[in-house]
């Protein structure tokens, strides 16, 4: 499912304070691992690198959840569930969150392309 909501874009980085469109602070853990896809606070592996990269808005993982409509929501007593947008919903806010979790444990980061793809189904 493709939608059309606004991403979180135009806040500051929340892990060293730059603009969008502004390069990270060295160390900044809200970077992506360009090996990984995972934000480097998160990232198991060290791969020789130490944050860097322009800051676009979006934490690691966000705009693939928006793009492939993977949304979750917290429920007392249940935890994250996934959750489909409302169709006039623009933003989402308190409500629902884009699903990283789901993002991290279901797609597949294409390190050549920098970006999250769907997993392919396992071949039997």
């Not at 992506?32 to 130490?50: E, F």
Request: aromatic content about 8%; charged content about 15%.
């Amino acid at each position: 499912m493709a939608t059309e909501l606004t991403l979180s874009c135009g806040e500051p980085c929340i892990g060293c304070g730059v603009q969008v469109g502004e390069e990270h602070s060295a160390g900044c853990l809200e970077t992506h691992c360009p090996q990984t896809g995972l934000p480097q606070a998160i990232c198991p592996g060290r791969h020789g690198h130490s944050g860097g990269g322009v800051w676009t808005g979006l934490v690691p993982g966000e705009e693939a959840a928006v793009g492939f409509g993977w949304f979750a929501a917290l429920r007392p007593g249940e935890g994250w569930v996934p959750v489909t947008p409302r169709p006039d919903a623009v933003d989402y806010g308190t409500d629902y969150m884009p699903d990283l979790n789901r993002v991290f444990a279901q797609a597949r980061w294409h390190p050549a392309a920098q970006k999250w793809v769907h997993s392919r189904p396992p071949v039997s």
